[in-house]
DNA sequence: TTAAATGCAAAGAATTTGCATAACA
DNA sequence: TGTTATGCAAATTCTTTGCATTTAA
């Protein structure tokens, strides 16, 4: 589990230097259920530190998706949403058995749809993709006009 | 398979009118290669007449996704892209075994990073999702800090 | 003839960027 | 002290909208 002072030490790590604002959107991101928008995070830490500018927390989230503990999903319209963490989902090819990793947040517009739509908890990880590799694709069938 | 023809059909049960540019964007559309921006619809449209403008090439496929035969899809960053045609997806729920019926528009997004990102073609249909539905959530279990 | 669609321009929403100033290390 | 990060404003990108004019039915 990815705690709000190791995420700022992976930020001082890779050099970066840690200000109010860094703190408070790290802060604030883990305190939050979990996705949420910039400008929402944004507006909670306005609440308390109206000096803290949007662009500014947008450039922070930037900085954390690149050391890849925080990622963004776009769940439909609208604002993309913010999350920490990180999980896998597997791909297998029906013809040859290939097990792909993919890494959750590929899977987090999907989760969020059927959420939104169904109120449907997707499981990631209790279940495979099937498909095909990029090394068996499918033959393309030509239609024939009848 | 619905064909040019079929779908201006539908537009004018609808009570639509039939015009230069809705053929246009119409025919592009199915001679593309199934997934294309507007923007890339609106080029190509205007290749042999300039005149179409981009906000009708817009309004055109609105009409055609409140028909519900054309779709669009956001693929991470910059603009949708437009496709015809319909399909389903299960969504199975663990705890009751409900089936619920999803759209594969709503799987576009997934596909469409899986083939840009591993060469994979995703397999709808072959698969269930696996999960809880609306009735039968997980019980969120909160963590105490140790 | 008349309601619907178009072209154009301008507005909107979300995000990014340039730059002078502030502040971490 | 020397970068790095910030705040602000302005630019960008994608999409939608208002409105006068054109056009299909």
Redesign the interface.
């Known amino acids: ?1 990815t705690t709000a002072n190791e995420m700022l030490d992976q930020l001082r790590e890779k050099g970066s230097r840690i200000t109010t604002a860094r703190r408070l959107v790290v802060s604030t991101l883990m305190g939050a259920s979990g996705h949420v928008t910039a400008e929402e995070l944004a507006a909670t830490i306005q609440e308390q530190h109206p000096e803290v500018h949007l662009s500014t927390v947008y450039r922070t989230l930037d900085s954390l998706e690149k050391l890849g503990i925080v990622g963004h999903t ?1 769940v ?2 609208g604002p993309s949403v913010y999350h920490v963490g990180v999980t896998h989902q597997h ?1 297998v ?2 013809e040859c058995g290939a097990v ?1 990793d ?1 890494p959750a947040d ?2 987090e ?2 989760r969020d ?2 959420h939104a ?7 990631i990880g ?9 090394l068996h ?2 033959v393309q069938t030509v ?1 024939i006009s009848p």
Do not use: K, N, S, W
Request: hydrophobic letters at 45%; glycine letters at 12%.
């Open positions: 589990m776009h439909g319209h791909l090819c029906e792909i993919v590929m899977l517009g999907l749809t059927l739509q169904y109120g449907f908890e997707l499981h209790h279940f495979a993709l099937l498909g095909r590799c990029a694709p499918h239609r």
